[in-house]
């Protein structure tokens, strides 16, 4: 994808690109050609040879096509989901986000100075393209549900331009001369420079026997199916403690486990920790209101 008209990398000569990512061999008629397909198609980046993949529709995708394509690097994209979004297309279990949008802040939308109250739109050198999130949310909350995330990242996609060719699932990668070598659903591309922003592929589960038929985040039931029921919850992160919270209501005892004890975002003024909006099991464990809190292996 070009660069916007009128829109230059601040700061960076018009042969930076070129320098930083090598033009693949045979690019120049190879990449009109991919250009005349696509048109024909309507959906872009056959498989082919390019200069640089990016895999990954995802805010980290989305950012980096973008910030690519500023600097004029031309690249493909590839993503498995059939639109914009990445995890946030089911993700999380209890769709809302963790990270706040903060729509007033005594700071206008386009200034750089509100990304610190905007942890969810993505960023952009043109004003008109900052701070999307704001004119989404329905003002019930300041953590963006996973709905309104999801649209976020469609909408930036949309009017920046990013193209990417969706229903593309991504098999294998090995490793072919100075190129890597994708096989995908749709054929083989090349590049020499290639990014998986995919984010969590797979579920981490820890080596601890038996835990292979204990339900991951991933696989979590309604609600409903845990009312009245001691659940036990192998974790003490966000996820688990979102797990808990969720499930207040619903179980009659939380237990919550793992070898390190519990640290709160708001003790250690991180980002490292529980996140408050998700504190609530914690102040159920230390007024002996039903949370169990495990410090074990």
């Known amino acids: 994808m070009s660069r916007a008209a009128g829109c230059p990398a601040r700061g960076i000569s018009d042969g930076a690109s070129a320098h930083h990512v090598p033009p693949a061999a045979g690019g120049g008629a190879q990449a009109q050609e991919h250009n005349q397909v696509a048109e024909l198609g309507q959906k ?3 498989p082919g040879r390019y ?11 989305l950012q980096l096509s973008y910030s690519l394509s500023r600097l004029g690097v ?3 994209v590839l ?3 059939p639109a914009p979004g990445g995890m946030f297309r089911r993700w999380p279990v209890f769709q809302r986000m963790l990270s706040w949008t903060k729509p007033f802040a005594g700071v206008e939308h386009h200034e750089r100075a509100y990304e610190r109250y905007d942890w969810n739109s993505l960023l952009a050198d043109d004003q008109e393209n900052r701070a999307v999130m704001p004119a989404l949310m329905d003002g019930t909350s300041y953590f963006p549900s996973r709905q309104e ?6 909408t930036f996609a949309q009017r920046t331009g990013i193209r990417v060719r969706h229903g593309t699932r991504w098999e294998s990668t090995r490793r072919e001369g100075q190129d890597f070598l994708l096989t995908t659903s749709d054929g083989e591309y090349r590049a020499p420079v290639v990014v998986f922003a995919v984010g969590v592929a797979r579920p981490y589960r820890p080596p601890i026997p038996g835990l292979e038929s204990v339900p991951h985040y991933g696989d979590f039931r309604p609600v409903e199916t845990y009312k009245d029921r001691r659940v036990f919850i192998v974790g003490k992160q966000n996820s688990g403690f979102e797990i808990a919270t969720g499930l207040l209501p619903w179980a009659r005892q939380l237990i919550l486990a793992s070898p390190s004890p519990t640290k709160l ?11 408050a909006r998700y504190v609530q099991p914690y102040e159920d464990a230390a007024l002996a209101g039903g949370v169990v809190m495990l410090d074990t292996t």
């Open 44 to 46: 872009p980046f056959p």
């Open 51 to 61: 200069r640089l993949i990016v895999v990954g529709s995802g805010p980290g995708g």
């Open 74 to 76: 031309d690249h493909a």
């Open 79 to 81: 993503s498995d989901d």
């Open 149 to 154: 995330m999801q649209k976020g990242l469609e």
């Open 265 to 275: 975002s708001v003790v250690t003024h991180t980002l490292v920790g529980v996140r």
